[in-house]
């Protein structure tokens, strides 16, 4: 895909905006991933009780898609800018150059972790052995690792609507996979729980997941840490207003909720699901879930359709996240090629997913992720609203033809350091967001009026924002006369397209009737028919495949 059809640098135009469906797919696909078994097994090493990781994934997931929807949502959609190409505008390029080589850096390791997500569930057939260190320990698995590596890459290579085309075709059978794996599990603990099968109320439930899956140790990690990861672990997305890139094709600031469907469905209930997936594998081969990578989990949960689930769920998120990564990187040069630097990017993911290292420390990952481009997130969203209400200059820098916003690197490098003095001083990493970004703020504030900003720029300013103005009207015109592309409904469908969505939806039903199967089996014949669901569960994911796939390239 050219740079013209990406807007890599240029607002996107109102007739290239994107609909629902696509931002739907998107956010429930990116977010409904490999990681999800690492993370919902993390969660149940942690010693968190069951009511503390259900009521914190509630609130702290609400407040990731309240802050999609109220931060990045709204700046995106006004701007129709990538968060690179907002940020010269505002910083300079000197700026973009050294945040695109750290934000590259960091996407480019977060993509590398979900293909080697995805590499752990395709060493099963090939009988490698679980890749715990820092480094491979096997040839065989760098080979499988680069070649899940060459397929992501491919995709990332052409561009958003290929993203949610795919994210689209497989994220109804991801959400039915984890749900399914959980289904098939939960007789192995009601039996580890001495409990009568199948399981029968809900009292039960409650007393394994409480004594089973999140046993509470009493230890200093609660509710506060589960809410205060569930916010921040996409910080670099919502907060710090990574997704600028992908919702500034959204046609309002309101489709900033469909990250609910990631955040709801995916970091809620895939991580519920995936820590009784991971409590139950662990029964099941007499060890802990500390042991086990996320491909061991899904293959006792569902056998090779769990294998299929970790490989494509990882894909979905390394995708969206290697663009990223690509238009950080595109952004130093507004010459180089998107395509070109994503794959130039992409193989250097690769080489990195060869190495698990980030995979045993994820967490902490995200975590500071997000928070070392916590600060500049708080620049941009003071600029942008607080700075015309303070009588500041919006884009003063560059009415002030200065190369560097030195108040806002100023800003950043005090933001971070603060992150890691409060750090060192004993506060834990997950409650460091919020100080971060009133200091981020205030120092910005306080910096930019000493270097200009509340000067007085009107004779400069005046045709730029009357240009801006012209842009927002003349696309709100456009909207109200226009449909944009992919929008929820539409015109009836040919037969073959309607008929290769019922087998794929028919297919979701068989795969949820095997796994309410399961849960009827009794203590007697549970092997038995736990074996039969795990073989069978392979032939309708097949045959949603085939059929979701069909309808895809028909639709196209």
């Avoid at 905006?17 to 942690?46: D, N, R």
């Avoid at 995709?155 to 098939?184: C, D, E, H, N």
């Avoid at 730029?464 to 409904?489: M, N, W, Y």
């Amino acid at each position: 895909m050219s740079e013209a059809q990406e807007f890599d640098h240029v607002p996107v135009p109102p007739e290239k905006l994107h609909g629902a469906k696509h931002f739907a797919a998107l956010y429930a696909g990116e977010h409904i991933a490999g990681t999800e078994f690492v993370i919902g097994a993390l969660f149940v090493s942690w010693g968190v009780s069951a009511s503390e990781v259900i009521l914190g994934l509630l609130v702290g997931n609400l407040l990731a898609v309240l802050t999609w929807r109220f931060v990045c949502a709204p700046i995106a959609t006004e701007t129709r800018m990538t968060l690179y190409a907002y940020l010269e505008k505002i910083a300079g390029a000197p700026f973009v150059l050294i945040y695109s080589l750290i934000n590259g850096a960091l996407f480019i390791i977060l993509a590398g972790c979900m293909i080697t997500v995805s590499a752990s569930a395709v060493r099963i057939p090939f009988g490698i052995e679980p890749q715990t260190q820092w480094y491979p320990t096997d040839i065989s698995f760098v080979i499988i690792a680069m070649a899940v590596g060459a397929v992501v890459v491919a995709v990332a290579v052409y561009g958003f609507k290929r993203l949610a085309q795919f994210a689209s075709t497989v994220v109804p059978w991801m959400i039915v996979m984890f749900f399914v794996g959980a289904l098939t599990l939960l007789p192995a603990l009601t039996r580890e729980a001495g409990l009568s099968m199948p399981l029968s109320s809900m009292s039960d439930f409650w007393n394994i997941a409480e004594n089973l899956v999140w046993i509470d140790t009493e230890n200093e990690i609660g509710f506060w840490h589960v809410a205060g990861f569930a916010w921040v672990c996409n910080l670099a997305m919502h907060g710090s207003l990574g997704d600028m890139s992908i919702l500034r094709y959204a046609r309002n600031p309101n489709y900033g909720y469909f990250s609910a469907l990631g955040m709801f469905i995916g970091h809620f209930g895939a991580w519920i699901f995936a820590g009784i997936m991971g409590a139950g594998a662990g029964v099941i081969l007499n060890t802990t879930v500390t042991k086990l990578d996320a491909g061991e989990v899904a293959y006792q949960a569902l056998g090779m359709a769990g294998i299929i689930a970790v490989i494509i769920a990882g894909w979905t998120t390394s995708n969206p996240t290697l663009y990223r990564a690509g238009l950080a990187f595109q952004s130093l040069n507004p010459k180089w090629s998107r395509a070109k630097v994503t794959l130039f990017v992409g193989a250097i993911t690769t080489v990195i997913s060869c190495f698990p290292f980030v995979f045993t420390g994820l967490l902490s990952f995200v975590g500071w992720m997000g928070l070392i481009v916590a600060p500049v997130g708080a620049i941009l969203t003071t600029e942008h609203w607080l700075f015309p209400k303070m009588g500041y200059t919006r884009y003063w820098r560059q009415y002030s033809n200065v190369a560097l916003n030195w108040p806002a690197l100023a800003t950043w490098a005090i933001g971070v350091g603060l992150a890691f003095v409060l750090n060192m001083a004993g506060i834990h990493l997950f409650f460091l967001l919020i100080p971060v970004w009133l200091a981020s703020t205030v120092a910005y504030i306080v910096f930019a009026k000493i270097a200009g900003a509340a000067n007085d720029y009107r004779e400069q300013s005046q045709t730029h924002e009357q240009e801006i103005a012209k842009r927002i009207e003349e696309e709100s015109e456009f909207l109200k006369t226009h449909h944009v592309q992919g929008e929820l409904g539409g015109s009836k469908q040919p037969p073959k397209i309607i008929i290769a969505g019922v087998v794929a939806w028919t297919s979701l039903a068989v795969c949820v009737g095997l796994g309410l199967y399961a849960m009827t089996l009794s203590a007697e014949n549970f092997d038995q028919g736990f074996a039969w669901v795990k073989h069978m569960m392979i032939y309708p994911t097949l045959a949603f495949f085939i059929s979701a796939i069909a309808k895809t390239y028909w639709q196209d």
